[in-house]
């Protein structure tokens, strides 16, 4: 039994190798296996078993540890940075800098809160850096400041990951709790809530049309295109009925003719200038065409669609088709005018097929060419990310140079791929399934080496007092959150969903975002809000991850 013995308590690579996928197996299981009314701790459980499995003499190689560590770290920001990449900037546009800044002002709040603690408790800031990202449910953060330490000072802390282990589960409440809270402190009702929205201007529904029987000399052998300029409007036509009663599908490069009856996509402000044209008749809908309306899954693979607003590309006024969902990274969005595209997006399209298939041709669908992921680039843009993560800077008020770090500097290089990467032919897309993997290996692989580097003085620090850093957490969780949310309600008058939205995204936490979700299945509110502040949110958690171990260790 001495190989057993060996394999579970021994040394070297393979029993490492062993115990490192046992302890994520073993949490991945308990992460789908134990809930509290629905409520879970997730894959964090990797991190408590590695502990467990440390505490009881079960260690891995030195060596294995950091590379574990490291490369999986940077794994899970690397995809992390893909996936908000294309939306980073976009989401600074209308209605996004008001979130993001509310966003970005909860994680100022936290790390202020956290640094007072630490004044007021005599609490070590690095320990202290640990329990705040433990309170805010962020890893990658975690990861910054763990990297940034052990770059300052050439040792690793466990205390750390401990902190950070013993406020998670009560920053996973925390969060929910806080939504809540502002529900019962602002007396909010569901049902009054959603009829406040309803009652709103749908973009979609502001759209009308006007039927011409076109009678102008001028219209006669001129294309949609010219009469846009003949009229000095954008002149979007839907449907076009021949003299002979044949119904087309036309596009900007169409020829009219006198005597045609087109069917106009125009506000209330521009029906004088079209009824320049003729005069206004009415096109009757044929039941049969009617009856061949689909709806169809497109994916968007055209690289010059990426960032483009869906209101600018004019696909139901030009097509006669009604985009309705969007999916990406598994989250349904609406598909407002405002919503801004990214490649990989699954749209879902609802119209005449001849239409469909003219709007599938506009977005691309050619899945062929993203099924396969462009490891060069991958690999390439992890690379770059190193370099740039090891180059010194000098900020004032620092000692010594700052570094990004791998964390730091792989996650800015994957959001500028992502960002401008199509617009510069570097294929950086990987469907969801795939995006998903790596950056579940790479949480896992993290999670488990801090784990068992954490393992050994987990139970001592908590038996010595560490379990007060449980009640740091629980005061970091809800102060900030509950300020910016009384903000964010009061005086800024944020719908309650857009408001939950807010609040899980700025934690980057994906249970709070399903219960948020879960409230309401007639908006996307908290979807948008959500999907709007993260990018931000995750690249201001790391980078304070950093700042907090640089500037006050």
Not at 119 to 140: Q, R, Y
Request: glycine residues 10%; charged residues 15%.
């Amino acid at each position: 039994m001495d190989w057993l013995n060996s394999l579970f308590f021994g040394t070297g690579v393979p029993h490492s190798i062993f115990i490192l996928t046992l302890a994520i197996a073993l949490g991945i299981f308990l992460s789908h296996h134990l809930k509290f009314k629905g409520i879970t701790l997730g894959i964090t459980w990797i991190l408590f078993c590695a502990i467990a499995f440390s505490h009881f003499g079960m260690h891995l190689d030195p060596m294995v540890e950091t590379f574990a560590k490291d490369f999986g770290l940077i794994l899970f920001v690397y995809s992390i940075g893909l996936q908000v990449g294309p939306s980073f900037f976009s989401s600074f546009g209308k209605g996004g800098i008001k979130l993001n800044l509310l966003a970005g002002s909860i994680v100022f709040l936290g790390c202020l809160t956290a640094y007072l603690i630490h004044l007021l408790s005599g609490v070590d800031i690095a320990t202290m850096t640990g329990v705040l990202f433990g309170a805010v449910t962020n890893t990658p953060g975690l990861g910054a400041a763990q990297q940034a330490f052990t770059d300052t000072t050439g040792i690793i802390n466990p205390n750390i990951a401990s902190g950070y282990a013993m406020a998670y589960p009560l920053g996973v409440v925390g969060i929910i709790f806080v939504i809540l809270a502002l529900r019962w402190l602002f007396r909010i009702k569901l049902d009054k809530e959603e009829e406040r929205l309803k009652a709103e201007s749908d973009v979609q529904k502001e759209i009308s049309h006007i039927d011409i029987l076109l009678a102008n000399p001028q219209v006669e052998g001129a294309s949609i295109k010219e009469l846009s300029s003949l009229c000095n409007i954008n002149l979007i036509v839907s449907r076009l009925v021949r003299p002979s009663g044949e119904d087309e599908m036309p596009d900007v490069e169409t020829v009219l003719h006198v005597g045609d009856r087109v069917r106009v996509v125009v506000d209330k402000e521009h029906e004088k200038s079209v009824l320049l044209l003729g005069m206004q008749t009415t096109i009757q809908t044929d039941p049969k065409q009617q009856a061949h309306l689909v709806s169809r899954h497109i994916v968007v693979t055209k690289p010059e669609l990426n960032g483009k607003r869906i209101g600018d590309l004019n696909v139901r006024a030009t097509y006669h088709v009604s985009i309705t969902r969007i999916r990406r990274a598994g989250i349904e969005l609406l598909a407002t005018r405002d919503l801004h595209l990214q490649l990989g997006d699954r749209i879902l399209v609802v119209g005449e097929e001849r239409a469909v298939n003219k709007v599938e041709k506009l977005f691309g669908n050619s899945t062929k060419r993203l099924d396969v992921p462009n490891l060069a680039s991958i690999f390439l843009g992890i690379a770059v990310g190193v370099v740039l993560g090891a180059l010194p800077i000098m900020l004032p008020g620092l000692s010594q140079p700052f570094k990004l770090g791998i964390a730091g500097g792989s996650l800015i290089v994957a959001i500028l791929l992502g960002c401008f990467g199509p617009k510069m032919h570097i294929i950086t897309y990987t469907t969801s399934s795939a995006n998903l993997m790596i950056r579940e290996i790479g949480i896992a692989m993290f999670l488990a080496a801090v784990g068992f580097g954490a393992g050994k003085t987990f139970i001592p620090t908590l038996l010595d007092g560490g379990y007060i850093w449980i009640g740091y957490g629980v005061i970091i969780t809800l102060v900030p959150l509950l300020i910016v949310g009384t903000i964010g309600r009061l005086w800024l008058k944020l719908d309650y969903f857009t408001l939950m939205g807010l609040i899980a995204g700025s934690t980057t936490d994906p249970p709070a975002l399903a219960y948020a979700t879960s409230l309401s299945s007639t908006n996307d509110r908290a979807a948008v809000a959500y999907s709007t502040v993260y990018p931000l949110t995750m690249f201001l958690r790391v980078l304070s991850g950093q700042m907090m171990i640089l500037f006050f260790l």
